[in-house]
Nanobody
Framework: QVQLVESGGGLVQAGGSLRLSCAAS????????MGWFRQAPGKEREFVTA???????????DYADSVKGRFTISRDNAKNTVYLQMNNLKPEDTAVYYCAAVATSGRFYSPGSYDYWGQGTQVTVSS
């Protein structure tokens, strides 16, 4: 079992940047497919990005079309932490961002596919 804790959210102006962190404990992240999701008020939780590693290298990293070219997912093995670098933020990126993990290897875009979740961190982008 893995425990996930997100941090790094906040208030930023449109065009600005934030880096979210997802610190894991209990298991090494290399054993999991890791994802970031977000949920805006009144909306369903939606896929942002996911990544899977194999043999120390990235097997694949997928992004939602709405964030492609602006967001980047990465990890720090030593800190057992996954990051979400968000650049050129837009007001429509405003949401609570969640880190998620599933032990199965695969491309998973649905929240129901993930077994472990963090508590979420609020990102607010002002226009």
């Amino acid at each position: 079992q893995v425990q996930l804790v997100e941090s790094g959210g906040g208030l930023v102006q449109a065009g600005g940047s934030l880096r979210l962190s997802c610190a894991a404990s209990g298991r090494t992240l290399s054993s999991y497919t890791m994802g970031w999701f977000r949920q805006a008020p009144g909306k369903e939780r939606e896929f942002v990005t996911a990544i899977r590693w194999s043999g120390g290298r990235t097997l694949y990293a997928d992004y939602a079309d709405s964030v492609k070219g602006r967001f980047t997912i990465s990890r720090d093995n030593a800190k057992n932490t996954v990051y979400l670098q968000m650049n050129n933020l837009k007001p429509e990126d405003t949401a609570v961002y969640y880190c998620a993990a599933v032990a199965t290897s695969g491309r998973f875009y649905s929240p129901g596919s993930y077994d472990y979740w963090g508590q979420g961190t609020q990102v607010t982008v002002s226009s």
